[in-house]
T-cell receptor, first 115, second 115 residues
């Protein structure tokens, strides 16, 4: 069964430093997609970055990069040069090609950026 | 470019009542998914609509039903409300790409409180 695990309930980072948010997943489907979303206190889920299971390169989007280690089934989000506005909940999510159209989410990690 | 919109923003109901939540997808998108996010948890998939049909459903009772209109907007209906239905309800839209690669874009959510 597909599953997403985020083991860090909360993380602190100093402004301008880099931070890594952990995500491990479990699936038997060889074709799947991994997503990271940011949820500020306003509630809206903001799409950050996508990684496909067959992608050879780690995905990058501006200050966000995804450290994809397929054999270890991990998809950690790296945020470089943290900003105060990065303080939010971050969710890792997955969709299996054979699982239809359902996306499953982890429990999330709350990131606090300190000035 | 209009993003995903949801109404109302907040809603307070009492147990046993019925509620209807509304969603308009992002411009160019014709697929709508609904998620329930309880406090402190990740979103849980309720169902997805495409071509005015429910094409996949998560583990939610029949009290949860939906509809999609010809203009791709969607409604989520919840009957016989329970205290446990209190949550943030998120709507997400996407392009009709089959498989694991389609990215979902979320609206700001409707916060439902059941008293």
């Amino acid at each position: 069964a597909q599953k997403i695990t985020q083991t860090q309930p909360g993380m602190f980072v100093q402004e301008k430093e880099a931070v890594t948010l952990d995500c491990t997943y479990d699936t038997s489907d060889p074709s799947y997609g991994l997503f990271w979303y940011k949820q500020p206190s306003s509630g809206e889920m903001i799409f950050l970055i996508y990684q496909g299971s067959y992608d050879q390169q780690n995905a990058t989007e501006g200050r966000y990069s995804l450290n994809f280690q397929k054999a270890r089934k991990s998809a950690n989000l790296v945020i470089s040069a943290s900003q105060l506005g990065d303080s939010a909940m971050y969710f890792c999510a997955m969709r299996e090609a054979g699982g239809g159209f359902k996306t499953i989410f982890g429990a999330g990690t709350r990131l606090f950026v300190k000035a | 470019d209009a993003g995903v919109t949801q109404s109302p923003t907040h809603l307070i109901k009492t147990r046993g009542q019925q509620v209807t939540l509304r969603c308009s997808p992002k411009s160019g998108h014709d697929t709508v998914s609904w998620y329930q996010q309880a406090l402190g948890q990740g979103p849980q998939f309720i169902f997805q609509y495409y071509e005015e049909e429910e094409r996949q459903r998560g583990n939610f009772p029949d009290r949860f039903s939906g509809h999609q209109f010809p203009n791709y907007s969607s409604e989520l209906n919840v009957n016989a409300l329970l205290l446990g239905d209190s949550a943030l309800y998120l709507c997400a839209s996407s392009l009709p790409v089959r498989g694991s690669t389609d990215t979902q874009y979320f609206g700001p959510g409707t916060r439902l409180t059941v008293l």
